[in-house]
């Protein structure tokens, strides 16, 4: 059994017609949530990790996703509804045959960037932010501001996803989901000399995956146009 027997999109909760950026987003929220290391012991999370890892590596790669498409259209119609219902889980074959530690470690190092002592996270997960320049401004230097969004840990319910007020409530922060996203802005300063592909880090200011956990880095590529 191969992952085309899977429903990718319905694994990131994405419409078949998601930009490469929804996709990302989608696979940034569901990763933030699921991660073995937000879910110590937790073999159901462990698993929908793997799977969430490997839709993602498939549909964030062009070429691999036309050919799961392929399949896919033939399969849902081209609607993206199900022609009989039919559960998309975790099976024996699939486990043994394609959800491998180097997978989702390859993934999350070439897209997060994520640093580990082990198998335990050190730091949240970088977040990757490409920056159109002038060549001019390459050349001489200058100030740009960006906007972003992270993801950080709720500290209204300490990632819980609910308050305890005598009864047990969804916490209206999260909204459940433990983690939150916050809008920044950012004033780049582009250093005189500047070459396209150059990267500006900037400490702390990607996504912070855990309590008293430090946050991640940005990492600002320059695309000198």
């Given at each position: 059994m191969?992952?085309?027997?899977?429903?990718?999109?319905e694994?990131?909760?994405?419409?078949?017609?998601?930009?490469?950026?929804?996709?990302?987003?989608?696979?940034r929220?569901?990763?933030f949530?699921?991660?073995p290391?937000?879910?110590?012991?937790?073999?159901?999370?462990?698993?929908?990790?793997?799977?969430i890892?490997?839709a993602?590596?498939?549909?964030?790669?062009?070429?691999k996703?036309?050919?799961?498409?392929r399949?896919?259209?033939?399969?849902?119609?081209?609607?993206?509804?199900?022609?009989?219902?039919?559960?998309?889980?975790?099976d024996?074959?699939?486990?043994?045959?394609?959800?491998?530690?180097?997978?989702?470690?390859?993934?999350l190092?070439d897209?997060?960037?994520?640093?580990?002592?082990?198998?335990t996270?050190?730091?949240?997960?970088?977040?990757?932010?490409?920056?159109?320049?002038?060549q001019?401004?390459?050349?001489e230097?200058?100030?740009?501001?960006i906007f972003?969004?992270?993801?950080?840990?709720?500290?209204?319910?300490?990632g819980n996803?609910?308050?305890?007020?005598?009864?047990?409530?969804?916490?209206?922060?999260c909204k459940?989901n433990?983690f939150?996203e916050?809008?920044?802005?950012?004033?780049?300063e582009?250093?005189?000399?500047?070459?396209?592909?150059d990267?500006?880090?900037f400490?702390?200011?990607?996504?912070?995956?855990?309590?008293g956990?430090?946050?991640g880095?940005?990492?600002?590529?320059?695309?000198v146009?």
């Amino acid at each position: 059994m191969s992952y085309h027997s899977l429903n990718l999109y319905e694994i990131l909760d994405i419409h078949p017609e998601a930009s490469q950026a929804e996709i990302k987003k989608a696979f940034r929220r569901l990763a933030f949530r699921c991660h073995p290391d937000r879910n110590p012991g937790d073999a159901e999370a462990a698993k929908r990790f793997q799977l969430i890892s490997l839709a993602y590596e498939i549909l964030s790669n062009p070429q691999k996703k036309a050919s799961y498409d392929r399949i896919y259209i033939k399969r849902y119609n081209g609607t993206g509804h199900r022609r009989r219902s039919c559960k998309f889980g975790l099976d024996d074959n699939i486990k043994v045959n394609i959800f491998h530690s180097d997978l989702t470690n390859s993934i999350l190092a070439d897209y997060f960037g994520i640093a580990r002592t082990g198998n335990t996270l050190t730091k949240g997960m970088d977040l990757c932010f490409y920056l159109q320049v002038e060549q001019k401004t390459a050349t001489e230097g200058g100030r740009e501001a960006i906007f972003y969004s992270r993801l950080i840990f709720c500290d209204t319910c300490f990632g819980n996803g609910t308050i305890h007020k005598g009864n047990i409530e969804k916490c209206s922060a999260c909204k459940g989901n433990g983690f939150r996203e916050e809008q920044r802005e950012l004033v780049v300063e582009i250093p005189p000399g500047t070459n396209d592909g150059d990267r500006l880090y900037f400490r702390c200011l990607g996504d912070q995956n855990f309590f008293g956990m430090p946050p991640g880095d940005l990492v600002v590529v320059i695309k000198v146009c």
